[in-house]
């Protein structure tokens, strides 16, 4: 039997998020959810995802784009008629190695953390407010100054059909280039522009206890405490990017964009955490190059069957 949900109050903030049942994305969804007057609707695979109370959660598996379209059906349904205020578009994950594929035939991390939220932006940008604001979780490992596993450049069509299986964190790191150059691309629609709508990449910094990757095996979480977190350690005294944070801090953080709570300085679409503090730091070169953004926006709408409508 099918719960019928209640109307939105007139003069709710609604909230729309993706990877807000883990990680950064679930102490974000704490703070958001005990703001006043705010409906917050989640996207959630699966079944059984514990949220707070009053959170309503609809079916989403941003490996496929047909689940994808019907998500974001489904919350037009449920707004009826109500304008979204924030579309939050948190989810992430990791790969070992690129030769997974999604039923639509991209590769697994190239389509859940760039194409799928590509698709979700585009179809939900029509219904979102004046004044709203739209913000895709990148990552600073985009950056070439940042670390060496960043990529050099990059080929779409190679990143959505691998040619032979690669290293997982380079595809990483290549959607969250992805991501920053969505938020680029969006932010310079026309009809973005003439609504006054917001558009920001959010970076959390290097965080802790995210599970990427999944759930790390007790060995695995053993290594992690006794070798990689040490050496970071060490490392961040000299690369502050490599100071680990905490999911506590940057789900804060995630939160007071969503809310408006923070506002960043006019220009600025890359919001970034680093040791803790707000800072806004100049994208990495790839992400600047135009060019490369127009071609993944026009590419990207190729693969996921809707026009191009390229900025101006």
């Known amino acids: 039997m099918t719960i019928q949900q209640p109307p939105i109050p007139a003069g709710t903030r609604v909230v729309v998020m993706t990877g807000a049942t883990s990680g950064i994305g679930a102490r974000a969804l704490e703070h958001i959810a005990a703001e006043p007057t705010t409906t917050v609707i989640v996207g959630a695979r699966g079944t059984g995802r514990t949220v707070p109370a009053g959170v309503e959660t609809l079916a989403l598996d941003l490996t496929s784009l047909d689940a994808v379209r019907k998500f974001a059906a489904a919350v037009i349904a449920r707004l009826d008629g109500t304008p979204i ?75 959505a059909h691998p040619a032979k299986p690669g290293f997982g964190m380079r595809a990483y790191t290549a959607s969250k280039l992805c991501n920053l150059l969505t938020a680029r ?14 558009v920001y990449a959010f970076n959390p910094g290097f965080t802790g206890g995210t599970n990427l990757g999944g759930e790390s095996s007790p060995t695995q979480e053993r290594i992690m405490r006794a070798v990689v977190f040490p050496i970071f350690k060490i490392v961040g005294r000299f690369k502050p990017e490599y100071n680990m944070g905490t999911p506590e801090r940057a789900g804060e953080v995630l939160a007071q964009l969503t809310t408006g709570a923070l506002t ?49």
């Open 85 to 159: 205020d924030t579309l939050v578009l948190n989810a992430g994950m990791q790969v070992e190695r690129t030769d997974t594929t999604t039923a639509d035939g991209y590769e697994t991390c190239f389509a859940v953390n760039h194409l799928a939220h590509y698709l979700l932006a585009r179809l939900l940008a029509p219904y979102l407010a004046d004044d709203a604001r739209v913000i895709l979780t990148t990552s600073d490992t985009h950056d070439r100054k940042v670390t060496f596993l960043a990529p050099k450049s990059i080929d779409i069509q190679d990143l």
């Open 185 to 198: 691309s969006l932010a310079e629609q026309p009809r973005v522009r003439e609504r006054d709508i917001e």
């Open 264 to 312: 960043p300085p006019e220009g600025h679409v890359y919001v970034s955490v680093l040791k803790g503090e707000v800072t806004y730091p100049k994208p990495g070169e790839l992400a600047l190059d135009d060019q490369l953004r127009d071609d993944l926006w026009t590419q990207s709408a190729a693969m996921v069957g809707l026009p191009a409508l390229t900025p101006s």
